[in-house]
């Protein structure tokens, strides 16, 4: 009886110590490293200078305030609507000054690789928002309408 109660024991020590042991072996998975700053070189192609490029970004909405469970409390959104908030964006001018005709420049684009972008120009045309990778994209060359 003795043999068996220390069979037991030794049994349950052991499964113990192996479980431990996994769990205290397992490799870690290592640490992803934050994307360092992302840049563009910005040429200006077109015969006009160009005065705005803009990064747009969109930002998400607040949400909603939780409402009251309490049957005598009149909830928040009484009188408005049940509508969720939409999301808004948010344009940015990354161009300190204008960009003259056949110039370049490096512009920092933050951490993202995949940014929207827009282009006005001094004479009034523009570039509608495209959507770019400039992780694979490292130059950028704006060209104007052309003229007829």
């Known amino acids: 009886m003795r043999s068996l109660s220390y069979t037991l024991a030794i049994g349950c020590v052991a499964a113990f110590a192996a479980t431990a042991a996994h769990a205290i072996t397992k490799p870690a998975a290592p640490a992803k490293k934050a994307p360092a700053a992302v840049s563009v070189t910005l040429v200006n192609g077109g015969a006009s200078p160009v005065v705005e490029f803009s990064k747009i970004e969109v930002v998400a909405a607040p949400a ?5 469970q309490e049957w005598w409390a009149a909830p928040m959104n009484w009188f408005s609507s049940d509508k969720p ?12 000054a204008p960009l003259a005709p056949k110039k370049s420049v490096v512009l920092k684009l933050g951490k993202d690789c995949k940014v929207t972008v827009s282009a006005k120009f001094e004479d009034g045309s523009s570039i509608d928002p495209v ?14 309408p052309s003229e007829e």
């Open 85 to 96: 908030a939409e999301p808004t964006t948010s344009e940015t001018n990354l161009l300190a």
């Open 64 to 68: 909603p305030a939780p409402q009251s």
């Open 131 to 144: 959507a770019m990778d400039f992780c694979k994209d490292k130059k950028l060359t704006l060209k104007g």
